[in-house]
């Protein structure tokens, strides 16, 4: 079984930065693309940024040149640095990835439970 395990959020003054982390564990053959969304209260979710296995980013507007997006396929994880952090980013912040699970498998994807970045004023 795979799970995505989050870690990093917590509470910060406008302008600080916080590392979220997503660590991919259980039966994985290859990790394709890996993300992360965010998802405030009365909002749909949103992709916050992505990672594809190749290292080809994307970014949302709303974040460029703030965050950074990286991953460690060693340790199957992806990053998250986040700085100059604004209240609007206030969230619950969800990583995804699209995992094979053995050769002969399709590719699903794969959420993490969430964790709470809150930024006051």
């Known amino acids: 079984q795979v799970q995505l395990v989050e870690s990093g959020g917590g509470l910060v003054q406008a302008g600080g930065s916080l590392r979220l982390s997503c660590a991919a564990s259980g039966s994985i053959f290859s990790i394709n693309n890996m993300a992360w969304y965010r998802q405030a209260p009365g909002r749909q979710r949103e992709l916050v940024a992505g990672i594809t296995s190749d290292g080809v980013i994307k970014y949302a507007d709303s974040v460029k040149g703030r965050f950074t997006i990286s991953r460690d396929n060693a340790k199957n994880t992806v990053y998250l640095q986040m700085n100059s952090l604004k209240p609007e980013d206030t969230a619950v912040y969800y990583c995804?990835?699209?995992?094979?699970?053995?050769?002969?498998?399709?590719?699903?994807?794969?959420w993490g439970q969430g964790t709470q970045v809150t930024v006051s004023s």
């Open positions: 995804n990835a699209d995992i094979q699970a053995t050769t002969w498998d399709i590719t699903y994807r794969y």
